[in-house]
């Protein structure tokens, strides 16, 4: 197949790629030229400008475009408009915050909790994915959300043309080498510092959500890329289990031979560093099967292995660390007040 990757230059992309081409097909990126795509035939430009390249596209007879960067339902209509004719398929990058359950969690949706496991039929959202201070936190990690993000809409519009199939993927939190939320990290540095406990918040330690490891979501985009059973589709792509942040703390304790001691704390106890202030109540569990069940998606790398090279990444690349978020004074205070209660 020839395929035409819009964006995919990031943390996500170049598994694709690499998957898509080991089975065969031909590559091409659409990219503002920013990184390095060495051995993959390119077209620079600017995503917002696309239709400037109907015309070079028109030429190219591409069977599938993948679009990594649809941010809001103006960049999914222009797209639809500017493939209509060209392309047979629409693959779409969508989320998991589609459902309602991420807007009782962050506590924008009214109403009850969410039954789990989520799947694609679950409820959508009705109001918008996120606190305005959490998109403008991720604009700061990711350049290309704009101040309209919404995947819903996204989704409505590259599923309803009667014209142009679309495909829309539903990705999970994504760890693994490049994570550039580096959602270890926390973990990972105070096991290095040699902390001897780690604090949680009780409804924090509890909260499960769904994850994925970087090469595994590729593999699974690859294979709904290439496949014509995903036409008209929507797919969950993350692990089989969703496990709590205590029990990811232990994994990646075993991991690294940390044997210290974790400590559970009353949320009223906990140090206001490590505390949530969302609807925790909420799990945001995520079932994958129906693409297991179609498709016959399954990881490629052990989980044991995606947890040594996450670990291997994050300790050559650490973030610039946020002070606030390694209060090891207050954290040491609440340790002494609890066993001084005891």
Not at 136 to 148: E, F, L, N, P, V
Not at 203 to 219: C, L, Q
Not at 293 to 302: A, D, F, H, K, T
């Amino acid at each position: 197949m020839k395929i035409l990757i819009i964006g995919g230059t990031g943390f996500i992309g170049p598994h694709v790629i690499r998957q898509l081409q080991a089975n065969g097909h031909e590559v091409t990126v659409f990219h503002r030229g920013n990184r390095a795509v060495p051995g993959i035939r390119q077209i620079i430009g600017d995503r917002n400008r696309l239709s400037e390249h109907r015309a070079a596209l028109s030429h190219e007879h591409f069977d599938v475009v993948v679009d990594f960067v649809l941010s809001s339902e103006r960049q999914a209509r222009d797209l639809m408009q500017i493939v209509r004719g060209l392309i047979q398929r629409v693959v779409a990058l969508s989320s998991m915050d589609v459902y309602r359950a991420w807007g009782v969690f962050y506590g924008l949706e009214p109403g009850g909790l969410q039954p789990l496991p989520l799947t694609e039929d679950s409820e959508l959202r009705s109001k918008p994915p996120y606190p305005p201070e959490v998109i403008k936190k991720t604009q700061q990690m990711i350049s290309w959300i704009d101040a309209d993000y919404d995947k819903v809409p996204v989704e409505r519009v590259v599923l309803s043309d009667p014209d142009l199939p679309g495909t829309v993927l539903r990705l999970p939190m994504i760890y693994g080498p490049g994570d550039y939320i580096h959602r270890f990290y926390p973990f990972l540095k105070r096991m290095d510092d040699r902390r001897p406990s780690i604090l949680f918040a009780d409804n924090v330690a509890a909260v499960r959500t769904p994850r994925g490891y970087v090469e595994d979501v590729a593999a699974g985009i690859a294979l709904a890329t290439t496949s014509e059973r995903a036409s008209g589709r929507i797919y969950n792509i993350c692990a089989g289990e969703s496990f709590s942040e205590l029990e990811w703390a232990k994994k990646i304790a075993a991991a690294v031979g940390w044997d210290g001691e974790f400590i559970v704390l009353p949320r009223e106890k906990t140090p206001a560093h490590l505390f949530w202030p969302y609807n925790t109540a909420q799990h945001l569990v995520v079932s994958s099967d129906q693409m297991r069940e179609e498709l016959c998606y399954r990881e490629q790398v052990s989980q044991e292995e995606a947890l040594q090279r996450t670990i291997a990444w994050e300790r050559i690349h650490p973030p610039e660390a946020v002070p606030a978020q390694f209060n090891y004074d207050a954290e040491d205070q609440a340790i002494h007040r609890l066993r001084s209660t005891a």
